[in-house]
């Protein structure tokens, strides 16, 4: 990994991360290498899952989705074969991850009304025991873990 992550890699990961629809060209200048010699090492660093995807950010208040909620949830280990299933055909989980602690599982999500979340909620509830946290405002949004500019 270490040869894959020599400093030029390092500095087209930061402008991808900036802007994944940065021109190849443009990041060529950047780096002082020909444009086929970026796209190469794009390529690369995809093939061996560096660079596991792209995406649009997308600002979900602007789709009137204003009632962000972090919800814990305890689910006994046998139904997770249950829970998975169900828990991605959800299109209003942002994300759910399998924790430590009290709960097993962090799930964060976005909801037009508190009534929608109230009713989620309550659906969730026959995997186990929820806590539920409301958010108020986001003072880091989520970004990558590589150094930047």
Same mark, same amino acid.
């Given at each position: 990994?270490e040869?894959? /992550?020599?400093?030029t890699?390092l500095?087209? /990961? !930061?402008?991808?991360? #900036?802007n994944?629809?940065?021109?190849?060209?443009?990041?060529?200048?950047?780096?002082? +290498? &020909?444009?086929?010699?970026?796209?190469?090492?794009?390529t690369h660093?995809?093939?061996? =899952?560096l660079?596991? @995807?792209?995406?649009?950010?997308?600002?979900?208040?602007?789709? @009137?989705?204003?009632?962000?909620?972090?919800i814990? /949830?305890?689910?006994?280990?046998?139904q997770? &074969?249950?829970?998975?299933?169900?828990?991605? &055909?959800?299109?209003?989980v942002i994300?759910? =991850?399998c924790?430590? @602690?009290?709960?097993?599982? +962090?799930?964060?999500?976005?909801?037009?009304? !508190?009534?929608? +979340?109230? #009713?989620?909620?309550?659906e969730l509830?026959?995997? @186990?025991? !929820?806590? !539920?946290?409301?958010?108020?405002?986001?003072a880091?949004e989520h970004?990558?873990i +590589?150094?930047?500019?």
């Open positions: 990994m040869k894959i /992550l020599d400093e890699n500095k087209i /990961l !930061t402008i991808l991360q #900036k994944a629809r940065t021109p190849v060209k443009k990041i060529a200048e950047e780096v002082c +290498l &020909s444009s086929p010699a970026v796209s190469a090492r794009i660093m995809e093939e061996t =899952n660079i596991s @995807g792209y995406q649009v950010k997308i600002n979900y208040q602007q789709f @009137g989705y204003f009632i962000k909620a972090f814990n /949830l305890e689910v006994d280990p046998k997770k &074969s249950e829970f998975y299933p169900y828990i991605k &055909s959800i299109p209003n994300e759910c =991850n924790v430590t @602690g009290d709960f097993s599982m +962090l799930i964060e999500v976005a909801f037009q009304k !508190t009534e929608e +979340l109230d #009713k989620f909620i309550n509830q026959k995997f @186990g025991k !929820t806590r !539920t946290e409301m958010v108020f405002s986001t880091v970004r990558n +590589l150094p930047s500019d």
